[in-house]
């Protein structure tokens, strides 16, 4: 499913001032490749898609630079200057997540992370991947599961927009 708009125009203006024209982003969970709609001007974009019916609906191969289609848990890189997790920590278990986290935090220069508050959700379209696992975050319960993160913008009550600690 695509994740929320509210808030995208003001992230975008910000990655495109803190990043210079050609660097590298990986966008985790794909899906119709929205991001890489808004930043592909700007970024190098590689995609992570682990549900194939999206990369066939949405023409995500033609989007982004490279198309890994797997679970981000599995998937193996060096380096991107920025990581984008839109919409996606909540269909992990709290352990999964923090593993994704701690293995992409020294491998990129800033990561964003937008979650929902509050929200269940179930399969969607037959794709199980879409349910909530974490249907209980609030911006409390998000500091205290993954520490080194700090709220950049919460356009809406329901939304959470988070970048690494400390990086200017």
């Known amino acids: 499913m695509a994740s929320y708009d509210n808030g995208k125009d003001e992230v975008v203006k910000w990655l495109k001032k803190r ?5 590298t982003a990986l ?3 794909a899906c119709d490749g929205k ?3 808004l930043l592909g001007d700007h970024f190098k974009m590689d995609g992570v898609e682990i549900w194939e019916a999206y ?3 949405n023409h995500l191969k033609e989007k982004y630079n490279k ?3 797997c679970d981000i848990a599995d998937l193996e890189y060096e380096w991107y200057d920025l990581i984008i997790f839109g919409d996606v920590l909540e269909h992990m278990t709290v352990e999964q997540a923090q593993r994704v986290l701690a293995y992409a935090k020294p491998r990129c220069k800033d990561i964003i992370i937008a979650v929902p508050f509050l929200f269940s959700q179930g399969e969607l379209f037959g794709n199980k991947y ?4 974490q249907n209980d975050l ?3 319960i998000f500091e205290q599961r993954y520490p ?15 970048h690494k600690k400390g990086v200017e």
């Open 19 to 23: 990043f210079p024209k050609g660097a």
């Open 138 to 140: 609030t911006p409390e």
């Open 27 to 29: 966008d985790v969970g």
């Open 55 to 57: 990369i066939i609906a």
């Open 67 to 69: 198309l890994f289609h």
């Open 35 to 37: 991001w890489a709609g």
């Open 148 to 162: 080194g993160f700090e709220m950049l913008l919460r356009p809406i009550w329901e939304i959470g927009i988070y």
């Open 130 to 133: 879409e349910i909530h696992i």
